[in-house]
């Protein structure tokens, strides 16, 4: 359905998998959006380390690259590291 949240199974997998990553320590906030085959990915995380912001980056393009090869539907990702919600 274009317009909605992905369905709960592939929601649930998504945080599944960002909290089994060892970058993230904590999942704050995960919105998806499907459109067509296609699912928009928004979310708020707390990273285990907050080295200097290029470690960050680092971390944050490794998760968001495993991301995509787990999840082949997934084409836009917003991820927003953050230390609380």
């Known amino acids: 359905m274009i317009g909605e949240s992905a369905d709960p199974e592939t929601?649930?997998?998504l945080r599944e998998f960002l909290l089994k990553r060892p970058e993230v320590g904590e999942v704050f906030s995960l919105i998806t959006l499907q459109l067509g085959t296609e699912l928009m990915v928004s979310a708020k995380v707390q990273?285990?380390?907050m080295g200097t912001?290029?470690?960050l980056i680092g971390d944050i393009n490794r998760v968001e690259a495993a991301l995509r090869m787990s999840f082949s539907?997934?084409?836009?990702i917003f991820f927003e590291p953050?230390?609380?919600d």
């Open 47 to 49: 990273m285990k380390e």
């Open 53 to 55: 912001a290029a470690e």
């Open 73 to 76: 539907q997934v084409r836009w």
């Open 11 to 13: 929601v649930a997998a």
């Open 82 to 84: 953050d230390l609380k």
